[in-house]
C-alpha cells in the first residue's frame, strides 16, 4: 500500500486526521477483501454434543426397554423414551456434524451454519 503524505495547512501536525490519497488509488484497500477468521461457537458445539450423548444414552435404553432386556411392568412408556431419543440425538449430531466439517475445512462448511448464543 502506498505511503499517505500528512497534508497541514497552518494546524499543528499532531491536530490533524486528514491524509492525501495517493494518485494510484481507487478507494479500495486490500483489508476490505480479506475475511476475517472464523468465530468458534464453543457453547453451541457444546450444548450438540450433550444432545448428542443424552439422544444417544435415550435411544438405546428406549431400544433395550423395546426389546424387553429390562423388566417393564408398563410396555406402554418404552416407545416414547425411543422417540423422545430420536427427537434430541438428532439436532446433537447435525451440528456436530456441521462443526466437524468446518473445523476440517470442507468446501461449504462453516461455523456460520450453527446458531450460536449471542453472549
Known sequence: MPARNV??????SSDVRYSRLASDDDGYID???KKSPPKVPY???????VLFVIGSLLIVIGALLLAGYFGVTHSD???PV?????LVFLPGIY???IAYYAARGYQ???????PDFDD
Open 7 to 12: 497534508v497541514s495547512s497552518g494546524v499543528p
Open 31 to 33: 483489508l476490505q477483501f
Open 43 to 49: 457453547k453451541a458445539i457444546a450444548l450438540a454434543a
Open 77 to 79: 412408556r418404552t416407545v
Open 82 to 86: 425411543l422417540i423422545i431419543g430420536i
Open 95 to 97: 451440528h456436530l456434524r
Open 108 to 114: 461449504g462448511y462453516s461455523y456460520d451454519d450453527i
